[in-house]
């Protein structure tokens, strides 16, 4: 069983920056990608930005050059640096990890999510 949270949400106002959390933790042998979503109220849930072990970050044309992903492969866990943020990036941010359990055994593990709020 995996565990995944998230942590560091909250209300900002425009223009302002927040830091995401994510901690995978349990039975993983390794983790092949990592990623933030995002879901607003009355909307689909989106990708905000994804991260590869070793790849290139992907990020939502939205959040280009606003939003960093960063992953730390150690503690397996990742980062959204979020800054001049705007009121269109409320939503519930969730973090999604792509684990394997062994050689042949994958998983994906959503985290809870966690509110973001920008007020103008």
């Known amino acids: 069983q995996v565990q995944v949270v998230e942590s560091g949400g909250g209300l900002v106002q425009a223009g302002g920056s927040l830091r995401l959390s994510c901690a995978a933790s349990?039975?993983?042998?390794?983790?092949?990608?990592m990623g933030w979503y995002r879901q607003a109220p009355g909307k689909q849930r989106e990708l905000v930005a994804t991260i590869v072990s070793g790849g290139t970050p992907n990020y939502a044309d939205s959040v280009k050059g606003r939003f960093t992903i960063i992953r730390d492969n150690a503690k397996n866990t990742m980062y959204l640096e979020m800054n001049n943020l705007k009121p269109e990036d409320t939503a519930v941010y969730y973090c999604n990890v792509d684990v394997r359990h062994s050689t042949f055994s994958r998983a994906i593990y959503w985290g809870q999510g966690t509110q973001v709020t920008v007020s103008s």
């Open positions: 349990g039975s993983i042998f390794g983790i092949n990608a």
